[in-house]
């Protein structure tokens, strides 16, 4: 593998927006780390294809085992990664998964499941790259959030907060690492066509809802409005690359796309004003700052 590419680590790429962002990155110059779990067991079929489509474009595609919500595995892969590139330049934390329901009906094993994926499988992933990335002065985390992360959808509740905790972790990590020349960011999708829908469980407790009436009809009310307004997901994958491209210190923390939860944009334009007010006042701005530069990190 030649190192003179930029190295992308990618999660969750069994289908998706993972796969999308393997295609896009392969095919605009980078050397791609395609990473999910079970890679010889339940995601096999999707391996295969992937190498497949490698090997027919003569794509530089490699893909490696990694379960985001297992220590050993995630940092397995990374160091793999790490002696077969040499490098990484960019982390796509894309893994998650979505449960859709009354919150009363979401047990608390399903609690700890989704947020063991969306949440700590992202700090899992940033812990085990990030040490390459101060080494070389260099570095993105890409977090692929949702709108969800921004406004709450009844029935999306525990979908919702996973969402919120993984903004709060990328914005921590923006602030932390500006003077390391490392970026965190968070693209924020609205409802797209992509392989989620038909993986949504949900509460595994429905006998918690036989009080609640008129509201139980929520879920499946939204699912089907959701999937009406579902967008083409490829401008998703775009989008990622146009913010990989961009030079460190000229990227936005948050990258808003696609309908749904009208008002994100304004929320996202008011915390930004929050924010530079909090670290103002706690006198931390400057520390804060990133140094703009004139040549991309990846």
Same mark, same amino acid.
């Given at each position: 593998?030649?190192t003179q590419?930029?190295?992308v680590?990618?999660?969750?790429?069994?289908s998706?927006? &993972?796969?999308?962002?393997?295609e896009?990155?392969a095919?605009?110059?980078?050397?791609?780390?395609?990473?999910?779990?079970g890679?010889?067991?339940?995601n096999?079929?999707?391996?295969?294809?992937?190498?497949?489509?490698?090997?027919?474009?003569?794509?530089?595609?490699?893909?490696?085992?990694m379960?985001?919500?297992?220590?050993?595995?995630?940092?397995?892969c990374?160091?793999?990664?790490?002696?077969k $590139?040499?490098?990484?330049?960019? $982390?796509?934390?894309?893994?998650?998964?979505?449960?859709?329901?009354?919150m009363?009906?979401?047990?608390?094993?399903?609690?700890k499941?989704?947020?063991?994926?969306n949440?700590f499988?992202?700090?899992?992933?940033?812990r $085990?790259?990030?040490p390459?990335?101060?080494?070389?002065?260099s570095?993105?985390?890409l977090?692929?959030s949702?709108?969800?992360?921004?406004?709450?959808?009844?029935?999306?509740?525990?979908?919702? $907060?996973?969402?919120?905790?993984?903004?709060?972790?990328?914005?921590a990590?923006?602030?932390?690492?500006?003077?390391?020349?490392?970026?965190?960011?968070?693209?924020?999708?609205g409802?797209?066509?992509?392989?989620?829908f &038909?993986?949504?469980?949900r509460?595994?407790?429905?006998g918690?809802l036989?009080?609640?009436?008129?509201?139980?009809a929520?879920?499946?009310?939204?699912?089907e409005?959701?999937?009406?307004?579902?967008?083409d997901?490829?401008?998703?994958?775009?989008?990622?690359?146009e913010?990989?491209?961009?030079p460190f210190?000229k990227?936005?923390?948050?990258?808003?796309?696609?309908?749904?939860?009208p &008002?994100?944009?304004?929320?996202?334009?008011?915390?930004?004003?929050v924010?530079?007010?909090l670290?103002?006042?706690? &006198?931390?701005a400057?520390?804060?700052?990133?140094?703009?530069?004139?040549?991309?990190?990846?």
């Amino acid at each position: 593998m030649s190192t003179q590419k930029p190295v992308v680590l990618i999660t969750g790429t069994s289908s998706g927006f &993972g796969r999308l962002f393997v295609e896009k990155f392969a095919r605009n110059g980078y050397s791609v780390f395609a990473t999910m779990r079970g890679v010889n067991g339940k995601n096999v079929k999707s391996a295969e294809n992937l190498r497949a489509f490698a090997a027919q474009d003569s794509l530089d595609i490699q893909v490696e085992e990694m379960d985001v919500t297992d220590d050993e595995s995630v940092n397995k892969c990374v160091a793999n990664v790490l002696s077969k $590139a040499g490098r990484l330049d960019v $982390a796509i934390n894309n893994a998650g998964f979505a449960y859709v329901d009354l919150m009363e009906a979401i047990t608390l094993d399903q609690t700890k499941k989704i947020f063991d994926t969306n949440v700590f499988g992202v700090q899992r992933v940033a812990r $085990a790259v990030l040490p390459q990335m101060h080494k070389q002065g260099s570095g993105l985390l890409l977090q692929v959030s949702s709108g969800a992360g921004r406004v709450v959808f009844p029935s999306f509740g525990i979908y919702c $907060a996973s969402k919120y905790a993984m903004e709060a972790v990328t914005e921590a990590y923006r602030y932390e690492l500006a003077g390391s020349g490392i970026d965190s960011v968070s693209l924020e999708p609205g409802a797209y066509k992509t392989e989620i829908f &038909g993986k949504i469980d949900r509460g595994d407790d429905p006998g918690r809802l036989a009080s609640y009436g008129a509201i139980k009809a929520v879920p499946d009310k939204l699912g089907e409005a959701l999937t009406t307004s579902a967008g083409d997901p490829k401008e998703v994958a775009d989008l990622a690359l146009e913010i990989v491209r961009t030079p460190f210190g000229k990227r936005q923390l948050r990258y808003r796309i696609g309908s749904g939860g009208p &008002g994100v944009v304004e929320i996202n334009k008011l915390t930004d004003q929050v924010q530079a007010q909090l670290l103002q006042a706690f &006198g931390l701005a400057e520390l804060t700052k990133q140094a703009s530069s004139s040549s991309a990190t990846a």
